[in-house]
Nanobody
Framework: QVQLVESGGGLVQAGGSLRLSCAAS????????MGWFRQAPGKEREFVAA????????YYTDSVKGRFTISRDNVKNTVYLQMNSLKAEDTAVYYC?????????????????WGQGTQVTVSS
């Protein structure tokens, strides 16, 4: 069982930055690949970024490449999402997920655990 708690969301102007954190409970954090997803009102949850168990591999959706960076600290049981050059279209609730396996990292259905989400609002 893994419990995930996101933090770091807020209101920021376009062009600004935020760093999201996702703290995980339990002693098996390093066994889980992690991902960040977001969901805007009226839209489906969409993939943002993912990272492998020890951070060797990272993946991003095209719209955030070069602006967002995913990282993890397996000692602190935390995964991060550094978001720079934010745009109004980045506004959404951001969720972190944990998955135990190597299946498609971009599909929400492949994740075993989810946090409660943190709101990110970018004003234009």
């Amino acid at each position: 069982q893994v419990q995930l708690v996101e933090s770091g969301g807020g209101l920021v102007q376009a062009g600004g930055s935020l760093r999201l954190s996702c703290a995980a409970s339990g002693r098996t954090f390093s066994r889980y690949a992690m991902g960040w997803f977001r969901q805007a009102p009226g839209k489906e949850r969409e993939f943002v970024a993912a990272i492998s168990t020890y951070g060797a591999s990272t993946y991003y959706t095209d719209s955030v490449k070069g602006r967002f960076t995913i990282s993890r600290d397996n000692v602190k049981n935390t995964v991060y999402l550094q978001m720079n050059s934010l745009k109004a279209e980045d506004t959404a609730v951001y969720y972190c997920g944990a998955r135990f396996g190597t299946s498609d990292y971009a599909l929400p259905s492949t994740y075993d655990y989810w946090g409660q989400g943190t709101q990110v609002t970018v004003s234009s």
